[in-house]
């Protein structure tokens, strides 16, 4: 988060000691002071030091052991590096027992100080960082807690979620998948006057056909065949709060059209069922591609989209929120190091750009498991992160391989190879495949085939 350069404080006595220390590392871009005693550097120092006090054990006054103490105690983790002669390494181990962060014993060759004032910058400034982002989540109200970021795009998101949210106006999110569009919807609920009523997420996709009906109304003892009970369908159970319709274009059309009379009338009817149930609700719906193309496809009716979509948000890829990536890299892995009892790993300028350069095709989602991965993983900290973007990278390019899409695509390979044999002959394509009219109408939409581009002589089945 912060670019500054790291300031090293140099304290003691011998002034030919100081005068080189400060010009090695003067030479590396660090930002130096020295002192001669360590009094002078104790009062120029706070708990807002961002860098490292590099100081002798043996000084006249104060010695280096009674100054690390002392600046311990304005802040136990600024990084103390002592320097000691060969005589002195017993007091040097002991005052890393008491936490000083590293010793180096005289003489020593520049490489050796650069390195390990390294490293104690880079843990100063991770220290320093998460204490920042700790104040701004501290800070945050509820939207800003749950949509961290500071990009423009994301303080537009906020905005529209501040002016939206109040309302009962149906909202229709768009973006990729992994991008939090069930977070805005959450937020939306949250700050709107149904914030008391449940919020019920419910992912099309996800959803047998054959179930999709009785998942949003509900059914009936005795309904069909296995209902045994009453069920409370999803409707019913975001009475008084908010309905979320994530990936709504996955939804059977045939179901689209009660959905769409549900939003008309404001009531239900469960299966098995003639009487009708007032709802009271607030839906957000979602897609993960351009709704309109959707509608031309026939994946989403026109007018229920135009039903849903009273107002419209966009939520951008993460790839397009430049310095949020770095935000959230670092929220997410503050809050893996917690939640596994694992130290928070030193993120290095590479690492840094690493994630800067990452295309980030699974978005938040992806960005949160890296985190997770990078926190937990074994390799030395310099290596964790190039390694985890490298497989993923790999999985990425691998993932059209899955089952998931070699299943879909074998299913569209078929149903398209039925068409252009029967020229398009829907009675013959029902036969030879074994499926219900509404089951391929609903198959043809999602893999974008349409029955009039492969028509041939026989139209009698238009």
């Known amino acids: 988060m ?16 100081r005068i080189a220390v400060s010009q090695w590392l003067a030479l590396d871009s660090y930002e130096v002071k020295s002192f001669a005693r360590a009094d ?4 120029d120092l706070s ?9 002798d054990l043996r ?3 104060m010695d280096g052991l009674e100054l690390m103490h002392r600046v311990l105690a304005i802040d136990a983790q600024i990084p103390v590096v002592v320097i000691t002669a060969h005589g002195d390494i017993p007091m040097a181990v002991s005052a890393m027992r008491d936490g000083a962060y590293d010793f180096i014993e005289k003489p020593f060759e520049p490489e050796i100080l650069l390195e390990t004032v390294r490293r104690a910058g880079e843990k100063r400034r991770l220290v320093l960082e998460n204490r920042t982002l700790k104040k701004l989540l501290d800070k945050s109200t509820g939207i800003e807690r749950n949509l961290l970021g500071t990009s423009e795009t994301i303080q537009f998101i906020r905005q529209e979620i501040t002016e939206l ?3 009962d106006a149906s909202v229709f999110l768009i973006g990729e998948t992994g991008v939090g569009k069930e977070v805005v919807a959450r937020c939306l609920h949250e700050v709107s006057p149904k914030r008391d009523g449940s919020f019920v997420a419910i992912n099309c996709g996800a959803i047998p056909e054959t179930l999709f009906e009785s998942e949003l109304f509900g059914h009936e003892a005795g309904a069909f065949t296995g209902a045994l009970t009453r069920r409370i369908g999803k409707f019913e159970k975001a009475a008084g709060g908010t309905l979320f319709l994530d990936e709504i274009h996955s939804m059977p059309t045939a179901l689209q059209v009660k959905v769409l009379r549900v939003l008309q009338e404001r009531e239900i009817e469960r299966l098995g069922s003639n009487t009708p149930i007032a709802i009271d609700i607030r839906i957000i719906s979602s897609i993960n591609g351009d709704p309109r193309q959707a509608c031309e496809t026939g994946r989403l ?6 039903r849903l979509n009273v107002a419209e948000i966009e939520i951008p890829p993460l790839r397009q929120r430049g310095s949020d990536i770095i935000l959230l890299f670092e929220y997410y892995a503050m809050q893996a190091a917690e939640r596994y009892g694992r130290e928070l790993p030193v993120l290095g300028a590479g690492c840094l750009q690493a994630l800067m350069s990452h295309p980030w095709p699974g978005n938040v989602r992806e960005l949160k498991n890296v985190a997770e991965r990078y926190v937990l993983s074994s390799l030395p900290p310099q ?5 985890i973007l490298h497989h993923c990278t790999a999985d990425q390019q691998t993932a059209s391989c899955s089952l998931a899409s070699q299943t879909a695509e074998f299913e569209r390979t078929l ?13 013959a394509i029902l036969a030879e495949l074994d499926l219900p009219r509404r089951t391929l109408n609903q198959k043809m939409n999602n893999h974008g085939l349409s029955r009039r581009n492969f028509l041939g002589g026989d139209k009698s089945d238009e």
């Open 383 to 387: 290596q964790r992160l190039t390694h």
């Open 47 to 55: 708990d807002q030091f961002n860098g490292v006090l590099v100081t």
């Open 59 to 61: 000084m006249p006054g």
């Open 2 to 17: 912060t670019t500054e350069a790291t300031s090293v404080y140099i304290v003691d006595d011998e002034k030919s000691m």
């Open 165 to 167: 949210g109040p309302t």
């Open 415 to 427: 149903i398209e190879q039925s068409l252009k044999r029967h020229r398009g002959n829907i009675g």
């Open 301 to 306: 009716r026109a007018d229920l989209f135009y």
């Open 40 to 43: 002078a550097a104790l009062a």
